[in-house]
C-alpha cells in the first residue's frame, strides 16, 4: 500500500471517527426517547402489565390483540373514526392549500399579508386552538351566531360537540383550518421551484390555465405532492389533542380514535398492557398505510 493511499484510509477513518461523535447526542436521543420506548411498547404489549397493582406482569400472548378486535367495540369504533377523519382530511386539506398556494403565489399587493394571516394558526398551539373552537361551537357561540345571521334568524342552534353526528364534523373543520397553511407553505415552495421558461413557452404556445396546471404545474409539485400527502396522512391517523381538548372521545365514542384510546387504557384506566398493544397496532398500521402510499405514488418508468 502506497503512502498516499495509507494517508487517505487514515483520513477517511478519522472523518468517520468525527462523524460518529457529532452525531452520537442526536443518537443517543432518538434512542432514549424512541428507540427505547418502542421497544418497551413492542415487550408490553404482549403482558398484563397495570401502572399501579400488587400483581406482578405476567406474559400473556396475543391476548390483548384478541381483546382489541373481537371484545372491545370501543376500539373498533376508534378504528373506524380514524379511518373516516383521515379519509376527509387528507384530499380536503391538501387540495385546499394547493388552491390557496396558487393564490398567494400570484405577484399582486397584500399577498404577504394574506400569507401571515392563513399561516398563524399553524404557530398557535393546538390547545389553545381548540379551547377557542370550544367556544365556538357552543350553542350561543359564534358558529351558531353567523348561522343565524345569514339565515335571517331562521338557524336553530346546534350542540356542535355533543351530538354524535356532529361532533368529528366540527373537529375535522377545526383540524383542517388549523393546519392548512403549514402545507400551503410547503405547496408554495414547490410552486417556485417550477422553472418560469416553461409557463412563457406554454403562454406563447397560446394554452389555457387549466392546461398550464395539468402540464405543467401537477408534474412540477409531483415530489411535493407525495411529501404533503404522507406527512398529512401521518398527523391525520394520529389525531389526539383536539379530541381531548374538546369532547373527550364523546358523544358515544363518536370522537374517540386509536391514539385517544391507547392513552386513555394505558394511562387514565392504568391498563399499560392493553394500551401498548393499541399503540402496537397504531404504529403498524401507520407503517403500512404509509408504505403503500408511497408505492403508489412512486416514479414509473
Not at 400472548?61 to 382489541?68: D, E, K, P, T, Y
Not at 381531548?244 to 394511562?267: C, E, F, I, N, W
Request: hydrophobic share 50%; with cysteine.
Amino acid at each position: 500500500m502506497s503512502t498516499s493511499t495509507r494517508a487517505r484510509s487514515s483520513a477517511l477513518r478519522k472523518e468517520v471517527r468525527t462523524a460518529w461523535i457529532m452525531s452520537s447526542p442526536a443518537l443517543l436521543l432518538l434512542l432514549l426517547f424512541m428507540g427505547i420506548p418502542i421497544l418497551l411498547t413492542f415487550v408490553l404489549s404482549f403482558t398484563n402489565t397495570r401502572l399501579i397493582s400488587p400483581n406482578p406482569p405476567s406474559f400473556v400472548g396475543l391476548s390483548n390483540f384478541i381483546r382489541a378486535f373481537t371484545l372491545d367495540p370501543t376500539f373498533m369504533r376508534s378504528l373506524t373514526n380514524t379511518a373516516f377523519f383521515a379519509l376527509i382530511v387528507v384530499p380536503c386539506q391538501s387540495g385546499l392549500a394547493l388552491a390557496l398556494a396558487i393564490l398567494v403565489n400570484q405577484k399582486v399587493n397584500g399577498v404577504t399579508a394574506f400569507r401571515t394571516i392563513i399561516f398563524m394558526p399553524v404557530v398557535t398551539s393546538m390547545v389553545v386552538v381548540s379551547i377557542l373552537w370550544s367556544f365556538f361551537y357552543e350553542d350561543n357561540g359564534l358558529v351558531n351566531s353567523m348561522l343565524n345571521t345569514l339565515t335571517g334568524g331562521a338557524w336553530t342552534a346546534v350542540p356542535w360537540l355533543t351530538e354524535p353526528g356532529t361532533a368529528m364534523p366540527a373537529i375535522i373543520v377545526l383540524s383542517i383550518w388549523q393546519a392548512v397553511g403549514l402545507h400551503m407553505i410547503i405547496w408554495l415552495a414547490g410552486l417556485q421551484m417550477i422553472d418560469p421558461a416553461l409557463y412563457e413557452a406554454a403562454d406563447l404556445d397560446g394554452v389555457n390555465g387549466w392546461q398550464r396546471f395539468r402540464y405543467i404545474t401537477w408534474p412540477g409539485l409531483r415530489s411535493t405532492m407525495v411529501f404533503i400527502l404522507v406527512t398529512i396522512t401521518i398527523a391525520a391517523l394520529g389525531l389526539f389533542v383536539q379530541v381531548d381538548v374538546m369532547t373527550a372521545g364523546g358523544p358515544q365514542d363518536a370522537t374517540s380514535t386509536l391514539v385517544y384510546h391507547a392513552v386513555r387504557k394505558g394511562y387514565r384506566e392504568q391498563d399499560m398492557g392493553y394500551g401498548s398493544a393499541i399503540s402496537l397496532i397504531f404504529f403498524v398500521a401507520v407503517l403500512l398505510i404509509s408504505l403503500i402510499q408511497r408505492w403508489l405514488t412512486r416514479e414509473k418508468d
